[in-house]
């Protein structure tokens, strides 16, 4: 339950989105493209609130927000740095010299910064916090929005469950739950208690061990009363895009509007890039080769994602009666535990292509840096080289010129959001460290 409590912090901060269109703009201008093309693009309009998350009942506490924010950017709580990957500070882009504890943080590999992804570590493919993750960071703005899966594989089903990792993982903080709940108790005990009552971090949590996981101490277990949900925080200016559709026809340029085109006609790309956030939130296989420094070799993607969360092993999911404050709406689980393997094969996540120009590397193994080798890949129909599974029959050669595939580069790039901006909540801006 103490991974709850925990979990809630990040999750409301990671639930940030980008900012709602002003309401009553009348579009009353006449772009460049036809009224059909214009309405094919305002259902990717991102003034629609992520859906809610019945699984994660403190909806809408902004002091819980103000934790996670704080959560977000500690780094106390995490453990050694590992030997042989980390030599000195910035070396590969290290944050400091093994066995050094203390350096890594959520925002190490998705800084606010870089579009909430990492462009901080080398090779610039996956991410290096203890020790080197196996797939690339993707972004976490607009998290929230996915209505259940995070990670590339949808290993988890709620950003509640998703939170809880890091933390844990050997190549990100390499720390444990004893650690982050002595450093709650040390540095955030009056935020902490301040959204889940007082005495929920007790003075007895002193005399525990300074390291431990759950079920090493009966005490430690039912320590921390539970609960999280999410808040809102609409908190950067409009993208040109979000502009564009709103009825400024000037806020993206000529090739921007023409890479528009090609993004909802011929190169097909709203077969999986489509709604507010520009992803089905599906799995697909698009033929991304397998390959790279650090990278997991044969990657089975969502065959994995699925394994690990259905395995009778794992708690930390909607249907949870221990963790979940919602456990009716898990139904899902059973369609997956039915879902044979060899379909899964090589699947990995859509992600949303808001920011996109910002969070290079691309794909789940950062295979390519820059978004012209990505939209390369989709002109010759995938990839040469070597995948799992099979990949999906939308995939097909495009037949695009040079030109057409800058246009569609430009299109990508007017998805940025603006700058941050402050909120009710946030005063700073959400971002402000
Ligand atoms: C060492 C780098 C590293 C650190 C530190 C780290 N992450 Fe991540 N994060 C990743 C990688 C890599 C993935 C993708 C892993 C995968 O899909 O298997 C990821 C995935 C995610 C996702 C899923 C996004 C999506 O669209 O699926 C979220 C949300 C997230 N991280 C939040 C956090 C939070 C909150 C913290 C701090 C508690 C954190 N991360 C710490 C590297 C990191
Ligand atoms: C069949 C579904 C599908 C179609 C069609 C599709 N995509 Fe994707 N896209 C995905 C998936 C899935 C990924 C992640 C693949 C991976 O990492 O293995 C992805 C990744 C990307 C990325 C990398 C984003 C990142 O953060 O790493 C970009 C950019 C992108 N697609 C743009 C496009 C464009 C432009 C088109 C049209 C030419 C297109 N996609 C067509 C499903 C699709």
């Known amino acids: 339950m103490q991974d709850r ?10 639930r940030w989105s980008s900012l709602a269109l002003a309401a009553g703009v009348a579009c009353t201008q006449r772009g460049p493209l036809s009224d059909e093309e214009m309405d094919r693009l305002r259902a990717f309009s991102a003034a629609v609130a992520p859906p809610p998350d019945t699984s994660n009942a403190f909806a809408d506490n902004p002091a819980a927000a103000r934790l996670g924010k704080k959560l977000y950017y500690a780094t106390g709580y995490s453990g050694a740095l590992l030997a042989p990957y980390n030599v000195a500070e910035g070396v590969n882009g290290a944050l400091g010299a093994a066995p050094q504890s203390g350096r890594v943080s959520c925002k190490s590999c998705h800084d606010p910064a870089t579009g909430g992804a990492d462009r901080r570590s080398q090779p610039n493919a996956t991410s290096l916090g203890a020790g080197y993750t196996g797939r690339n960071a993707p972004t976490v703005i ?7 899966w995070q990670f590339w594989d949808g290993r988890a089903d709620s950003l509640w469950a998703q939170a ?42 002193a005399a525990l061990p300074p390291d431990g996981t759950p079920g090493d101490n009966g005490a430690f277990d039912n320590l921390v009363p539970d609960d999280a949900k999410e808040i809102v925080n609409r908190a950067f200016e409009p993208s040109p895009f979000d502009r564009f559709i709103a009825g400024d026809s000037e ?6 509007i023409r890479g528009a085109r090609l993004f909802i006609g011929h190169a097909g790309c709203t077969e999986c890039h489509r709604g507010p956030m520009f992803t089905d939130f ?24 699925v394994a690990a969360l259905t395995s009778t092993a794992y708690l930390f999911r909607r249907d949870s009666t221990v963790y979940s404050d919602d456990t009716t709406q898990a139904a899902y689980l059973g369609d997956l535990r039915g879902a044979a393997p060899d379909d899964l094969r090589g699947l990995f996540k859509t992600p949303t292509l808001r920011n996109v120009a910002r969070t290079a590397p691309y794909m789940h193994d950062g295979v390519y840096q820059t978004l012209w080798d990505v939209v390369n890949q989709y002109n010759f129909g995938g990839t040469t080289g070597q995948y799992e599974g099979v990949r999906d029959p939308a995939i097909a050669p495009l037949m695009l010129t040079d030109a057409e595939l800058g246009d569609l580069v430009e299109f990508l790039r007017a998805l940025d959001d603006g700058p941050a901006l402050p909120t009710d909540d946030f005063p700073d801006g959400l971002i402000a460290e």
């Open 142 to 148: 607009n998290a929230a929005y996915s209505p259940l």
């Open 251 to 256: 806020a993206m340029s000529p090739a921007a």
């Open 282 to 305: 599906s799995f697909h296989n698009v033929g991304v080769p397998q390959t790279g420094e650090h990278v997991t070799p044969d990657d089975a993607g969502r065959a994995d994602g």
């Open 5 to 14: 409590a925990l979990s809630s912090g990040f999750s409301r901060f990671v």
């Open 164 to 205: 809880l990792s890091p933390p844990e993982g050997l190549a990100e903080c390499n720390s444990n739950r004893l650690r982050v709940v002595h450093f709650l108790r040390e540095t955030l005990k009056e935020d902490f208690e301040g959204v889940f009552g007082v005495g929920a971090l007790p003075d007895s949590i």
